[in-house]
């Protein structure tokens, strides 16, 4: 994931693998295998000089695992909660009470 992410940043930023290998002083294979993930845990002082060439903060090349996780997590939470909905006895046809619930709830959130 961190791979994508400085692949992508890289070619917004209109670098091609070989100059951001000149400007990082890393060798263009190893920058290769970071960005396809065959390198999966490049050393923190590596992402540092690539973040300083990318001109974005460490935070921002680690993002995107960062955030795959916590969507993996949610999306468990959400089949969890469809689950536990689902042993319960209430259908699909029963949902609809669930948003009128919900758009309740926020409604008075709203006037607090």
Same mark, same amino acid.
């Given at each position: ?13 209109g670098?091609?693998l ?22 999966? $845990? ?65 409604? $008075?959130?709203?006037?607090?």
């Open positions: 994931m961190i791979g994508q992410n400085i692949s992508s940043i890289r070619k917004q930023r670098y091609t070989s100059e951001l290998s000149e400007r990082t002083g890393i060798s263009k294979s190893y920058l290769s295998n970071i960005e396809r993930n065959l390198k999966q $845990n490049p050393s923190i002082h590596v992402m540092e000089k690539i973040a300083l060439v990318l001109k974005v903060d460490l935070k921002t090349l680690l993002k995107i695992a960062a955030d795959v996780e916590t969507n993996q997590q949610l999306d468990q939470e959400w089949m969890d909660f469809i689950s536990d909905l689902k042993q319960s006895g209430i259908d699909k046809e029963r949902i609809h009470e669930f948003k009128i619930l919900i758009e309740f709830m926020k409604w $008075n959130n709203d006037k607090k």
